[in-house]
């Protein structure tokens, strides 16, 4: 199983970027997928998760209204768009895959992991 995540750069505050994480190696149609990021000196921290029908989402707070998550199953593909980006934003994104059908925020709950994109907000 690969996860690959792309569409990290540098922009300034206030702008926006979508994140891409292109999954192969098996379908997870029926998994709950979520993306979450890890600032240098810090600890891995929850950003988003979405449910196996994408449904329903969950949100980090400092995110809320800004990011969105989704996903494409026929593509085994998962999304996040990041908009009126903040510094406080840069960081290295991982998207994941969980085991679980339901929505989770733990990095534990996670099995499998992409390699992470880099997203810089310059200010």
């Known amino acids: 199983v690969q996860l690959q995540a792309s569409g990290g750069g540098l922009v300034q505050a206030g702008g926006s970027l979508r994140l891409s994480c292109a999954v192969s190696?098996?379908?997870?149609?029926?998994?709950?997928m979520g993306w979450f990021r890890q600032a240098p000196g810090k600890e891995r921290e929850f950003v988003a998760a979405?449910?196996?029908?994408?449904?329903?989402?969950d949100y980090a707070d400092s995110v809320k209204g800004r990011f969105t998550i989704s996903r494409d199953n026929a593509e085994n593909t998962l999304y996040l768009q990041m908009n009126s980006l903040k510094p406080e934003d840069t960081a290295v994104y991982y998207c994941?895959?969980?085991?679980?059908?339901?929505?989770?925020?733990?990095?534990?709950?996670?099995?499998?992991w992409g390699q992470g994109t880099q997203v810089t907000v310059s200010s």
């Open positions: 979405i449910n196996w029908s994408g449904a329903f989402t």
């Open positions: 190696g098996r379908t997870f149609i029926t998994n709950t």
């Open positions: 994941a895959v969980s085991g679980k059908s339901w929505l989770v925020t733990d990095t534990f709950s996670y099995d499998y």
